[in-house]
């Protein structure tokens, strides 16, 4: 209404000018021109601008609470703020400087701020008995702030142990309490069923005083998902039966396999040659492959038929030409000698007896290069060869890793032997003394989590292929293709399927609700969603919140933790939290970095470790936490048969602590205890017996690190920090195919490993012990110690002394002729690190360890348990 006054005001004043040069008798004489406008006169047509916005501003938003961004870029686009004068008007450089030099109220969003500032501080005030109590502890000025803040879409950032949960509670209670939304106008969103269950049952319990607190829906996005199908389309759709149980929706894909086989021999020719020669990717091009495998003479990958190898492509080929029943030697010694004073017998890759000849597997690009790491005396060495076969008169036939990676290499090695007289006879049951082939369920697998991230991330059949051109030379182009090939048909019948029973799968529950959401065919009654565990979140999940709230009027609340983001594999995206102005428009990002569980001693820790990755978010977590004694604590083995024995007497020290007094118990009258491991085989054997002998003191419990988010303990035992495939962390890759439809990959090493290594130190209330190997420690502890934030215990062992030089391994005693040096246990992977031993009665240990701890300390001294 002001406005429109103010409006009517100005044209009246116009129609008078206008009016009054109309009035004029003839023969006037109109006024000279007006002199320049003074720096006075320019101050007023300012005050007098600036008194018409701040008129209209009052109008709109002079009542209201907090103001969302949206809503202050939608009045600024209608009534842009008045401009300084000097900034229109040409004016002396003296007074352009004198108008310079006034203060400026002219900032777009510099009243919008101020205003919401008001706000905040204001409710703080006012609403302090509720924020006091409407969770069983005050909330922190943080809480607070996330709960009052109602811009259009908001990211709070929770460190672990922050209390999001109470967040979530207490902010519906805010909107309650200030009529911002009825209770059915709010949603709550949650990762699992758990999750979503006691939300929704805080929410009923902490909030009972609001009427209709029931409409509050808390489901999970599956579950919402469902419904939302349900009311767009007039009829629920039902799960297929084969994804409703774990395990089974892998059985349909192998159903769908061998039924395709049966069908065309030409897929079954394709699935069995992926199985058998490809299942294995041969890594990046150049890259350093960590080995897999040992002979006793090298480290490298096991073959099929038994043989280990210096490399993964020489793998892939020997298992050809294996299931290709070729008879062939791994690097036989040449017929001709060659053995010098400098140089030993010279060995070729691969020799074929049956037609007398060599080949060569070259590390060789395109372009005839070696991968940097080689050194120049590769490529010599590559003329060398070529150059005794010619002298000598033998046959060597040639591949490069290039032509591995479009398959030309075997494609010619084909060609090659059948024009010898070679009889190719490819049989993929061949029986196996290495390496097996992948089974159909192993396959089966990969296919299923692939299809889950294609149809959670919308990709087409085009844009997988294109991903796959893409890659280019540097990753395995042929074996994506095979993968892409096979995956077409899988994923047809598996829709098929669904199509003929009239199901849906999961996937199809978010995909589904967010297109009858996006085209109106479904009309939500949310103003207001709150959803939890955001780092989880996939681009569906995603999609699925932007349609939810794509209203000027809708308000978003995502609370997670980047630092705990370790569900990449169920397509989890990371990106939605680092770049999530880029998903959701006028956004604001806050922080919960008070933790109510860890010691802040270890809140230091962890926090250094994890933030070592330069892509996680920054934060600077405080503690509550009155917890003094040492939070961390680890202790080394070389016989990890004796690991348990060691935990029994930690646990019977404990106990009698508690009998005695001298230890508190936990908020239940018993001491909680939680056994972690990076795996299920990780338990120990006599968890059940510990858990039955201390049943009085404590409450003992064993998770894997995945399904121990969210809980806590007063101490915390990681177990199976080893360097190993199956160790902490774990080097067993994902199938990189995955990656065609997955999330760009991270580029920091071990990156989810390190957050899910954060996750288990971060479970403990008091303390964390580590269990871990001192012939193969895990990288992680090595870097805590090179860090000096940890002291290893050699329990029954020589003390290790981490690597100075890649601050990951460890040194252990190495001979070279008759002399002992120490080296670094990952020279395999490129850490050339050595140190001589000038006495060699000290060459059973390494010397100088500061980060090791004497034995003599014991197991169980007092700050380990008090």
């Given at each position: 209404?002001?406005?429109?006054i ?18 004029k008798?003839?023969?006037?004489l ?19 601008q600036?008194a ?21 870029q ?15 008007t040409?004016?002396?450089e003296?007074?352009r ?5 006034l ?7 510099l ?11 204001r409710h ?6 509720f ?12 809480q ?25 509670v ?11 939304a ?32 029931e ?26 039966p ?10 349909a ?15 079954k ?6 199985r ?36 993964r ?38 020799y074929?007896?049956e ?18 790491h080689?050194?120049?005396?590769y ?45 190719l ?8 003394v290495?390496?097996?082939?992948l ?21 087409s ?46 996937e ?17 009654p949310y ?6 565990e ?5 681009r ?36 939605v939290?680092s770049?999530?102005?880029?998903f959701f428009s ?22 250094e ?10 934060k600077i ?9 040492r ?8 016989d990890p ?8 007497q ?5 106990a ?28 120990p054997?006599?968890?059940?017996r510990?858990a ?12 894997t ?28 890759e ?8 997955m999330?760009a990959?991270?580029?920091f ?20 012990r580590?269990y871990t ?6 990288r992680?502890?090595t870097?805590?110690?090179s ?11 020589e ?12 040194l ?25 031993i000038?006495?060699p ?6 010397a ?17 348990t008090?």
């Open positions: 209404m002001l406005e429109w103010l409006v009517g005001a100005a044209g009246l004043v116009l129609d008078g000018l206008i009016k009054g040069s109309r009035d008798k003839p023969g006037y109109s006024p000279a021109p007006n002199p320049a406008p003074t720096p006075q006169r320019l101050e007023q047509q300012r005050k007098l600036q018409t916005w701040d008129a209209l501003f009052a109008a709109q938003f002079g009542q209201s609470g907090w103001i969302p961004s949206g809503a202050a939608r009045f600024l686009a209608q009534h842009p703020p008045p401009q300084p004068a000097w900034s229109t040409r004016l002396s003296s007074i400087a004198q108008q310079q030099g203060p400026d109220p002219h900032r777009s969003t009243r919008f701020d101020l205003h919401n500032q008001a706000i905040l501080e703080k005030v006012e609403l302090k008995t924020f006091d109590t409407v969770e069983k502890s005050p909330l922190t000025d943080e607070i702030h996330a709960c009052i803040c109602m811009d259009d879409n908001v990211m709070v950032v929770a460190a672990a142990g922050s209390g999001k949960t109470s967040t979530m207490a902010k519906t209670g805010y909107l309650l309490r200030q009529n911002l009825a209770p059915s106008q709010i949603l709550l969103l949650a990762f699992n069923r758990d999750a979503a269950e006691e939300l929704g049952a805080r929410v009923r319990e902490r909030l009972a005083e609001f009427q209709g607190i409409a509050v829906t808390a489901q999970t996005f599956h579950t919402f998902g469902l419904a939302v199908i349900g009311r767009a389309t007039g009829k629920k759709p039902s799960l297929a084969w994804v409703e149980t774990n395990g089974k929706d892998i059985a894909v192998v159903d769908i396999a061998r039924s395709l086989a049966q069908q065309d021999p030409a897929f020719l394709d699935w069995d040659v992926f058998t020669v490809y299942a294995r990717d041969v890594g990046t091009a150049g890259e350093r492959a960590e080995p897999e495998a040992s002979d006793g003479k090298r480290r490298g990958f096991r073959t099929a038929d038994g043989k280990v190898v210096k490399s492509e020489e793998q892939l080929i020997c298992n050809w030409l294996f299931f290709n029943g070729v008879v062939y030697a791994y690097e036989p010694a040449y017929e001709h000698d060659t053995a010098s004073e400098q140089y030993r017998q010279y060995r070729p890759d691969f074929y007896p037609i007398g000849l060599y080949h060569e597997h070259f590390a060789l690009d395109e372009n005839g290069k070696a991968p940097p080689f050194g120049d005396k490529v010599a060495g590559v003329h060398w060869k070529r150059a005794l076969h010619k002298e000598n008169g033998t046959e060597l036939f040639e591949t490069t890793s290039a032509e591995i990676r479009t398959n030309e290499a075997l494609n010619r090695l084909r060609d090659e032997l059948v024009s010898r007289g070679v009889e006879n490819y049989d993929a049951t061949r029986k196996t290495g390496q097996p082939p089974t159909d369920k192993q396959l089966a697998r990969t296919l299923r989590v692939f299809q889950q991230h294609v149809k959670n991330n919308g990709l059949q085009v844009e997988l292929e294109r991903a796959a051109q893409d890659q280019g030379g540097r990753r395995h182009g042929y074996r994506a293709g095979l993968f892409l090939k096979i995956f077409e048909r899988v994923s047809a019948e598996w829709e098929r399927r669904l199509r003929a029973g009239g199901y849906i799968d999961f199809d529950m978010l995909r589904l609700a967010a297109e009858h959401i996006e085209t109106g065919r479904y009309e939500s103003s207001v969603v709150l959803a939890d955001f780092q989880d979140s996939s569906a999940r995603v999609r699925l919140l932007q349609a939810l709230t794509k209203a000027d009027d809708a308000h978003l609340t995502v609370v997670g933790d980047d630092w705990q983001g370790i569900n990449r594999f169920a397509g989890a995206d990371l990106a939290m770049e999530f102005g880029a006028h956004s604001t990002t806050l922080q919960l970095a008070t933790t109510f569980r860890c010691p802040q001693a270890l809140c230091d820790v962890t926090s470790f994890v933030q070592a990755n330069p892509k996680q978010l920054k977590v405080r503690s509550t936490s009155g917890y003094e004694n939070p961390l604590q680890a202790y080394g083995f070389t048969s004796k690991i348990e024995a060691h935990i029994e930690q646990l019977e020290h404990m009698s602590l508690l009998d005695q007094g001298k230890l508190q118990a936990g908020k239940e009258g018993r001491t909680t205890v939680l056994f972690l491991g990076r795996y299920l085989n990780d338990e054997k006599r968890l059940q510990w039955r002998r201390f049943a009085e003191q404590l409450d003992v419990r064993f998770k690190v995945h399904a121990s988010k969210g809980l806590e303990a007063e101490y915390v035992y990681v177990l199976g920090l080893v360097e190993d495939r199956l160790g902490f962390p774990s080097q067993i994902d199938d990189p195919v995955l990656q065609l439809a999330p990959a991270e580029t090493a071990m990156a989810e490993e390190r957050r899910l290594f954060y996750v288990a130190l971060t479970r403990a209330s008091r303390q964390v580590l190997s001192l012939e193969k420690p895990s992680f502890v870097e805590l110690v860090r000096e934030q940890l002291v290893v215990e050699a329990v029954d062992g003390a290790l002394e981490t690597c100075p030089k890649c601050q990951s391994g460890v252990k005693l190495r001979t070279s002729g008759h002399s002992p040096f120490h080296g670094c246990s990952r020279y395999s992977v490129g850490c050339d690190f050595t140190r001589p000038k006495d009665e000290t060459a059973a240990s390494p100088g360890r500061p980060d090791v701890r004497s034995p003599t300390s014991g197991p169980a001294s007092k700050d380990a008090t």
